[in-house]
């Protein structure tokens, strides 16, 4: 098995070679590829990015980790030799025929076929996770509001953020304000009074789920916490149910754990989601989850369906 990572030198990028190697995914060779040529340690071992000029080398699974409009202009050209391609960035998500993929909601989907996969947006993965025990209770709406790291707007956002810490201004901040002991309900442009990161939660949930229901009315705001979104959630369920009986449905469930006060910091590195504040009056359910947005939100994310393939 020969496989590829396209934007090895990003934080998805490292953060999926790390997993990789952690979870002894069975490869004879990886091609590492960035924005410019480096050396990086992972777990103790040393690995070489090639800077990226467009030439694929002959793989199986080629795991794209480039920005949209990269993925945009290569991708395409990959699919032509047949590859296959498991894409992070937001290009395909919505396309049809592209399979969205969380495995433990929609795994099925996958079939030999497919040579293009999409990995949906970290905060897409969050809710559907978190929420998916209640699914057989009926779900109406959701309301969420997001708490998302810096690390999710990449590693020019670590950096503007250190900077600030260190009472410097960063020239190329991806945020619209200062970061540092401060945080902003805006991520990406906003159209008719959602910004692109709720659009997408909206639109994603939808194509995952296949269904009408729920509606969902997210509000998503960035905060200054490095790394690991969090979630505030309020469902409206068709049928009752008791504290009990959600905690109950949540310790069934391997990628949940009930954790009574979930904080960003105890699930940094994890692949499960914290889940707590658990609160319940008739059909409305509310709760507070934590995901490493770089771990099961990318990279694993990611790593999971390339297992299929094996």
């Known amino acids: ?28 060779e990886v091609y590492l590829f960035g924005a410019k040529n480096e050396e990086i ?22 795991f794209s980790c480039l920005d949209t409009e990269e993925a945009k202009k290569f991708i395409p050209e990959i699919l032509k030799t047949g590859r296959r391609v498991i894409d992070n960035s937001s ?11 969380i495995p433990e909601i929609n795994g099925a989907e996958l079939n030999k076929k497919n040579i293009l996969i999409s990995n949906p947006n970290c905060s897409t993965i969050q809710l559907l996770l978190s929420i998916s025990p209640f ?19 990449g590693k020019k956002g670590l950096l503007a953020y250190e900077q600030e ?5 960063y020239k190329d901040s991806p945020f619209p304000f200062q970061m540092y002991e401060n945080l902003f309900p805006w991520i990406g442009e906003i159209e008719n ?7 997408k939660i909206i639109k994603e949930t939808k194509k995952i789920l296949k269904n009408k229901e729920p509606e969902v009315y997210p509000l998503c ?42 904080c960003p910091i105890n699930y940094k590195d994890k692949d499960i989601i914290g889940i707590g504040r ?9 709760f507070f989850t934590c995901m490493d947005n770089l771990r099961k939100g990318a990279a694993t994310n990611a790593l999971q369906i390339a297992e299929y393939y094996v």
């Open 278 to 286: 658990i609160k319940v009056k008739g059909k409305i359910l509310k």
């Open 193 to 199: 009074g959602e910004t692109a990161e709720e659009r």
């Open 91 to 101: 290009a395909f998500r919505l396309e049809k025929g592209v399979p969205l993929i």
């Open 135 to 153: 699914l057989k209770f009926g779900i109406e709406k959701v309301f969420v509001s997001t708490y998302q790291s810096v690390s999710g707007a």
């Open 165 to 169: 810490k260190k009472g410097r201004k």
């Open 41 to 62: 340690e992972i777990n103790g071992k040393k690995f070489i990015i090639e800077k990226f000029k467009g030439k694929i080398p002959r793989c199986n699974l080629i």
């Open 1 to 28: 098995m020969k496989i590829c990572i396209l934007g090895a030198g990003g934080l998805v990028g490292k953060t999926l070679l790390k997993v990789i190697n952690e979870k002894g995914f069975p490869y004879d």
């Open 221 to 262: 705001v960035r905060v200054p916490v490095p790394y690991v979104h969090s979630q505030s959630v309020f469902l409206v369920l068709k049928k009752e149910i008791t504290e009990k009986e959600a905690i109950g449905e949540i310790e069934k469930i391997n990628y949940l754990v009930y954790d009574e006060i979930p």
